[in-house]
C-alpha cells in the first residue's frame, strides 16, 4: 500500500470539505481572517484558560517537573475536537517553558526529508508543535519514532542497494502534537507522548467566561444575558463562541446603540439563523427532512444528504455529529432516525408507533 498516496487523497478531499464550510457561522474550523483575530483573544498562559482544568493542572505539573529539573519536558499530544484550545495550548507550553515554538502541521510533511529538515533545525529546549499530525506521511512518522525516543533520525541518501543512512543527532526538543482524530494515529506515535490530554467540550458556565474576557479584549460592552444568549449558542467550543460575539458586535454597532444586551444577542443571532440549541439552517435542514419527509426515519446518510442539496461528508461529518450529540438524531444499523427530542426541537410531536412501524427500534437508541 502507498501511504503517501492515501495521505494526499485525504488531504484534497479535506481541503475541498473545509473550503465549502469557510462561510459557516458554526464550522468549528478557523479561516485566514479569522487566525488574527483569534491571535488577540488566545490565552498566553496556564493562569488565563478558562475550563479543562484537568488538563490544565496535570500540564501545570508536567511543566514545573520540567524546569525544576532544567530539562526539555515530555512530548505532549493533544487531542480532541476544532476549536477546543489545542493551538493555544501549544504555545502556553512553549510560552510557560520560555522556549521558542516551532509550527509546522502534518500535510506540510509529505516525505521525511522534510521533517529531517526541521528536525535538524531545532536547538536544545524547543518547542515543535506538529498540528494535525494524524496526516503525516508514514516515512515521516516513522522517522518522527525515532527523533522522539532517541533524540536521533536516520537521513537515507540515495536510493535502492546504494543508498546510505546518515544518523544525525537531534537536541532535546519537546514535541507537541495535535490531532483532532486521536484514533487515526498509529499506537507506536501514541505510546511515545509521555503525556497525553484529551480536550472536551466546554460547559455552559465556562463558554460564558470566555466571552466575557473576550469582549473585554475586544472592548465590546456586553451584559450578562447578553453573554450567556451567545455562550448557549456556541456549541460548547470557544472559537464558535468568539465568532458569534463579532457577529453580534456587528450587529449591535449597526443596529443598536453598541451594547450587547439580550434582546440584541438574539436578533442578532436570529438573522445569522443560529438558533437557541446552536443549529445553524444545515443542521436544522437535516432534522427538518428526517422528520418532514422521511417521517423521522430511519433513512441513509446519503439520502438524507441529497435531500438537504448537500454532499453527503458534510452531513456526516459537520452536522451530524453535533445533531447526535445534542440527542436530537440516532444512528442506527439501518439509518438514522430521529428522537423524540429531535421532532420536539422543530415544534413537531413525534408520531405515537416508532417509525418505519419496527418496535424495537426505539430501545435500541
Ligand atoms: N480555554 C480557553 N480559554 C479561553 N479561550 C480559549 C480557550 N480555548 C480556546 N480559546 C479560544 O478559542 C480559539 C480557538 O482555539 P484554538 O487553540 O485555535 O483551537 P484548536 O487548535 O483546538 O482548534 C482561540 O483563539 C482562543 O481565543
Ligand atoms: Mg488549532
Redesign the pocket.
Known amino acids: 500500500m502507498d501511504w503517501t498516496d492515501e495521505t494526499d487523497e485525504l488531504t484534497a478531499a479535506e481541503a475541498a470539505h473545509l473550503e465549502r464550510h469557510l462561510d459557516r457561522l458554526t464550522s468549528a474550523d478557523?479561516d485566514g481572517d479569522e487566525r488574527a483575530v483569534?491571535a488577540a483573544?488566545?490565552?498566553r498562559t496556564l493562569d488565563e484558560?478558562?475550563?479543562?482544568v484537568r488538563v490544565r493542572d496535570q500540564l501545570g505539573l508536567v511543566l514545573e517537573a520540567a524546569r525544576r529539573r532544567g530539562r526539555a519536558p515530555d512530548h505532549v499530544l493533544l487531542s480532541?475536537p476544532?476549536?477546543?484550545?489545542?493551538?493555544?495550548l501549544a504555545m502556553i507550553i512553549a510560552g510557560e517553558m520560555t522556549s521558542p515554538l516551532r509550527l509546522t502541521s502534518g500535510p506540510a510533511i509529505t516525505h521525511a526529508g522534510d521533517l529531517a529538515a526541521i528536525l535538524s533545525g531545532l536547538n536544545e529546549g524547543d518547542v515543535l508543535f506538529v498540528d494535525e499530525i494524524h496526516r503525516m506521511s508514514r516515512p515521516a512518522e516513522e522517522m518522527l519514532y525515532m527523533a522522539m525516543e532517541d533524540f536521533r533520525v536516520d537521513v537515507v541518501i540515495g536510493k535502492g542497494p546504494g543508498a546510505t543512512a546518515i544518523p544525525l543527532e537531534i537536541p532535546p526538543f519537546t514535541l507537541v502534537g495535535?490531532t483532532t482524530r486521536a484514533g487515526l494515529l498509529p499506537g507506536p506515535l501514541r505510546d511515545r507522548f509521555g503525556f497525553t490530554a484529551h480536550l472536551e467540550f466546554y460547559e455552559p458556565h465556562e463558554v460564558d467566561l470566555?466571552v466575557h474576557?473576550s469582549a473585554g479584549l475586544l472592548g465590546v460592552e456586553l451584559t450578562d444575558e447578553g453573554s450567556g444568549e451567545i455562550a448557549g449558542r456556541s456549541r460548547g467550543t470557544?472559537?464558535i463562541a468568539?465568532r458569534l460575539l463579532r457577529r453580534v458586535r456587528d450587529f449591535a454597532q449597526v443596529r443598536a446603540d453598541g451594547v450587547v444586551t439580550r434582546e440584541v444577542a438574539r436578533a442578532a443571532l436570529e438573522l445569522y439563523e443560529v438558533d437557541e440549541s446552536g443549529l445553524d439552517r444545515l443542521d436544522r435542514g437535516v432534522l427538518d427532512a428526517l422528520c418532514r419527509r422521511f417521517g423521522g426515519g430511519p433513512v441513509g446518510i446519503s439520502t438524507l444528504a441529497v435531500a438537504v442539496g448537500e454532499e453527503r461528508e458534510t452531513v456526516e461529518e459537520v452536522a451530524e455529529p453535533f445533531l447526535v450529540r445534542n440527542g436530537l438524531l440516532a444512528r442506527t444499523p439501518r439509518g438514522r432516525i430521529a428522537t423524540a427530542a429531535g421532532w420536539h426541537h422543530l415544534g413537531l410531536t413525534p408520531p405515537a408507533a416508532p417509525p418505519g412501524g419496527d418496535s424495537t427500534l426505539f430501545d435500541t437508541i
Do not use: F, H
Not at 476544532?82 to 493555544?88: D, H
Open positions: 478557523a483569534e483573544l488566545r490565552p484558560v478558562v475550563g479543562q480532541g476544532p476549536g477546543l484550545g489545542k493551538t493555544t495535535a470566555i474576557r470557544p472559537r468568539n
